[in-house]
């Protein structure tokens, strides 16, 4: 069965670090670029990061640049979202999803599947 999930999600203070991974059965994420979605209580959906399915090439939303950092590892078929500094605008529901490749710019635009989230929260 083809899906992608996602882990690493919790509960961290304001400044705290976590570690989400995306990692993929049924579906080879190296074809793909990758891309990390969030969606807060009452708001759109919104693109986060996405890197190119060489890892070579990376995209940022401003609100993030300089905190997280994207990466993967296509012998582990995985993709990582390291997030530091978090802030509890950070809070949200966080998806990764598989793209076309070239989408790097468009932020992974019209993922083809997506995961089924995972929770962070930032709070005191």
């Known amino acids: 069965q083809l899906q992608l999930v996602e882990s690493g999600g919790g509960l961290v203070q304001p400044g705290g670090s976590l570690r989400l991974s995306c990692t993929a059965s049924g579906l080879t994420l190296a074809y793909y670029d990758i891309g990390w979605f969030r969606q807060a209580p009452g708001k759109e959906r919104e693109g986060v990061s996405c890197i190119s399915n060489s890892g070579g090439s990376t995209n940022y939303a401003d609100s993030v640049k300089g905190r997280f950092t994207i990466s993967r590892d296509n012998a582990k078929n995985t993709v990582y979202l390291q997030m530091n500094s978090l802030k509890p605008e950070d809070t949200a529901v966080y998806y990764c999803?598989?793209?076309?490749?070239?989408?790097?710019?468009?932020?992974?635009?019209?993922?083809?599947?997506w995961g089924q989230g995972t929770q962070v929260t930032v709070s005191s």
């Open positions: 999803a598989a793209a076309a490749r070239g989408t790097v710019q468009a932020m992974c635009v019209r993922p083809y599947y």
